[in-house]
């Protein structure tokens, strides 16, 4: 299984960037985590490919924005009205998570090498 990540960058406060991540496969759900130095690795955002569910820390709510393309088993992380407190290392990753475990980074069995987001103040 592979995921690939791409995306991530340098970009000001208030600014936008978008995440992808193709997977070889797919699996019931589909996440983002997030690592800033120093820091444990935080959920971002999940999205269970049936029915479409979507979930989002609170952080990024209304801001982030996570959606799937079937054809291409790639998830995007949407990120707009950035904040210096958003930079991390980005990770994708997927497995056939239960639903009472989303949020938790140990129920994911397969990870991306991780995308830098950099958001300057």
């Known amino acids: 299984v592979q995921l690939q990540a791409s995306g991530g960058g340098l970009v000001q406060t208030g600014g936008s960037l978008r995440l992808s991540c193709a997977a070889s496969?797919?699996?019931?759900?589909h996440a983002w985590f997030r690592q800033a130095p120093g820091k444990e690795r935080e959920f971002v955002a999940a999205l269970k490919w049936s029915g479409g569910y979507t979930y989002y820390a609170n952080s990024v709510k209304g801001r982030f924005t996570i959606s799937g393309d079937n054809a291409k088993n790639t998830v995007y992380l949407q990120m707009n009205s950035l904040k210096p407190e958003d930079t991390a290392v980005y990770y994708c990753a997927a497995g056939q998570v239960i639903l009472s475990s989303t949020r938790d980074p140990r129920a994911y069995a397969y990870w991306g090498q991780g995308t830098l987001v950099t958001v300057s103040s």
């Open positions: 496969e797919r699996f019931r759900v």
